[in-house]
């Protein structure tokens, strides 16, 4: 079933797959936020910001994951995170400058749900001529999500 597909741990449409590869990122980041919080907050804030944040799910934002709810789940607990290592509860404008690159005054941890449409729209289309000849001898419809993302912009 195409909702189930997978290719090289990243899911090839929305569905099944989609739901739970972002239910057990969200998984995994609750657990090393919880371990984050046995070590120096400096040393635990790089590893939040370099390893646990926007790299971990980097790869599963080529997929159709725009508007998925888990990418806001996603994003709480990096902000509750942030928060913890920080010692302060960060306010709306707090969690938005903090998402800043750090040359321009914020911690550089990135919003996942921010990132998405973006990575979908670069994936889509650096391989549409690979797409285009794979697809070649087939009669499909066109990628009606790819379109509808090309005319929002």
């Known amino acids: ?14 569905g099944t797959a989609l739901d739970q590869t972002l239910s057990e990122r969200c998984d995994d980041l609750s657990r090393a936020v ?4 046995l070590i120096a907050s400096q040393d635990a804030l790089i590893l939040l910001k370099a390893s646990f944040s926007a790299p971990r799910v980097q790869h599963l934002l080529c997929s159709p994951s725009v508007g998925h709810a888990a990418l806001g789940i996603f994003d709480e607990l ?9 010692n ?22 990135s919003r ?3 990132l998405a449409l973006p990575a979908f729209l670069a994936s889509a289309a650096s391989t ?24 929002s912009l």
Not at 91 to 96: L, R
Not at 128 to 151: G, H, N, R, T
């Open 78 to 86: 990096l902000r509750t995170a942030l928060g913890y290592l920080t």
């Open 1 to 14: 079933m195409v909702s189930e597909a997978t290719l090289l741990g990243a899911p090839l449409s929305k």
């Open 128 to 151: 549409l001529c690979l797409q285009d000849e794979i697809l070649f001898e087939c009669q499909c419809q066109p990628d009606d999500l790819l379109v509808a993302s090309y005319m």
């Open 34 to 37: 919880e371990r984050l919080k």
């Open 112 to 114: 996942v749900s921010t």
């Open 88 to 109: 302060c509860d960060l306010s709306d404008s707090e969690w938005i400058q903090a998402t800043l690159p750090v040359r321009d005054g914020g911690l550089g941890v």
